[in-house]
């Protein structure tokens, strides 16, 4: 008896060696997998805070968790073994609510054409991980970018790279996805250049990191296009977070060793140790399950974006632009990625006024005043929006907006001057019998003139979706504004 009680005792400490070994090991791999994916910031490296991953530290909070939101940029490039290996055409926003401890995701197109921070120049966004990295800024330029496009304060980013992605998927042993349709694509873009047929049935699968990575990227049999896969990547993404935060694999140690191996072989951040370990510890207090998902898209009347052309020597390259022609509609909706409800409300408030809106303009700006009453029928459910010429009218240098309501349909009006970036204009137009009762009157002015509206949606006509082939794919040059 007595023995048995000094064996049980040594197996005991035998087992409390072997993890503490165990998590010797990983911590060890930790600080080694911090140092290399680490890019220099001013946080002090990739160590930054050492005590508070220690036993008994404190978390460090992550920048704006004590304001309820944490904003981190996800990037997704293709690697020293594809074409294009540092353009991102992975671009996504994930946030986390840390008061009702929710997550959102909003992906960002990589066709959405931006200006290049602290320059005269624009380019394609997808490009402008490319273009830092020339620059000597790795993914600063890209961060500010989306900074002005979403109005959100993104103090860090994650860059994984296509080997990366397969990796990670297959050390937690696949992730399960729900395919909504059948897929047949011939003419999938594989390593060096090459190609191959990749085909999955619509329903449940559980996918292996070629697998994952396949269903991520298709976007030529989509009837969606570009803005259909960047819902896939978003699918994805939750089915690896929900995996990897799970207690099964949170408690392996050789999944975690995996892990640490393939990040530390495939991953940029500017997030140092610490501030990892606090982000694991609130994705485990977030509902990941639940998290919403958006994508800023042109495939619809009501979406924000619209489809435009730049001629690239004598060739017009496909961008996308706001509907709009600022970032004002797209930072609202980011702003409100929690409580989408809050922007449909907006909208059923607007459709209660039953505004009139006349939109006044000279008559060699006819164009681009039809265009811009179409781009109002679709942000505003106004009850009647009319287009009157004038050949008196002195066109403003800023388009204008006249409000005969009295400050009555207050929501119609927000949106003309908050949306639209008009100018208000406090005295009206003399305008025909038929519309001096309208509520408000748009001047258009010489902004519009030199930077006119965007051409449509692709709505439902699949004809117009670009290709990879067909809308510049590669390192689109920058190009002066």
């Known amino acids: ?56 530290g404190t978390r460090e909070p992550l920048q704006g968790e004590n304001s309820g939101r944490v904003n981190v940029l996800l990037l997704g490039r293709a690697g020293t073994h594809y074409p294009g290996q540092n353009l991102t055409d992975t671009i996504m926003l994930a946030s986390i609510d840390t008061r009702n401890h929710q997550a959102a995701f909003l992906s960002i197109p990589r066709d959405l054409f931006v200006p290049i921070p602290g320059t005269d120049l624009s380019t394609k966004i997808n490009s402008l991980y490319q273009y830092g990295l020339s620059q000597g800024s790795d993914a600063d330029l890209l961060i500010r970018s989306v900074e002005d496009i979403t109005g959100q304060t993104i103090p860090y980013f994650v860059a994984l ?34 190609y191959e047929t990749f085909q999955l049935s619509a329903g ?166 039809n265009r811009l009453a179409t781009t109002f029928r679709d942000a505003i459910p106004a009850k009647d929006i009319r287009i009157v010429s004038d050949g008196a009218l002195v066109r403003p240098e800023k388009s204008q907006v006249a409000d005969r309501t009295n400050l009555t349909k207050p929501f119609t009006l927000d949106s003309l001057i908050g949306a639209f970036s008009l100018e208000k204009r406090t005295d009206v137009p003399t305008l025909p019998t038929a519309d001096k009762n309208a509520d408000f009157v748009v001047i258009v002015g010489n902004d519009l003139r030199n930077h006119p509206l965007p051409e449509t949606s692709l709505g439902s006509d699949t004809s117009n979706a670009p290709s990879a082939e067909d809308s510049f794919s590669g390192y689109f040059t920058p190009q002066a504004r």
């Open 161 to 194: 790279d296509f080997d990366g992605f397969e990796k990670v998927i297959d050390d937690v042993g696949g992730v399960s996805v729900l395919s909504e349709r059948d897929i047949l694509d011939a003419r999938y873009p594989g390593k060096n250049y090459s």
């Open 1 to 56: 008896m007595f023995k048995g009680k000094i064996s049980i005792r040594h197996l005991s400490v035998a087992i409390v060696a072997i993890i503490a070994i165990v998590f010797v090991f990983l911590g060890w791999r930790l600080f080694l997998t911090a140092e290399r994916i680490h890019v220099d910031n001013a946080s002090g490296g990739a160590f930054g805070n050492l005590s508070s991953v220690l036993p008994g």
């Open 204 to 369: 449940w699968h559980t996918l292996d990191g070629a697998t994952a990575l396949k269903y991520a990227r298709e976007r030529h049999d989509d009837p969606e296009g570009d803005f259909g896969r960047a819902k896939r990547q978003q699918q994805i993404i939750k089915a690896f977070q929900e995996k990897a935060l799970s207690i099964q694999t949170y408690l392996d140690p050789f999944t975690a060793n995996r892990l640490l191996g393939t990040l530390g072989d495939s991953v940029r951040t500017n997030l140092t140790m610490s501030q990892i370990a606090s982000l694991i510890e609130l994705g485990k207090t977030t509902d990941l399950r639940n998290a919403s998902t958006a994508v800023v898209d042109a495939w619809q009347k009501d979406s924000l974006l619209r489809v435009s052309h730049i001629d690239m020597n004598g060739v017009a390259a496909f961008i996308l632009v706001p509907r709009t022609g600022n970032w004002n509609e797209v930072r609202d909706f980011a702003t409100n990625l929690f409580d989408k409800g809050e922007l449909d409300r907006k909208r059923a408030e607007m459709g209660n006024e039953t505004a009139t809106i006349v939109v006044l303009s000279r008559p060699e700006d006819a164009t681009i005043a």
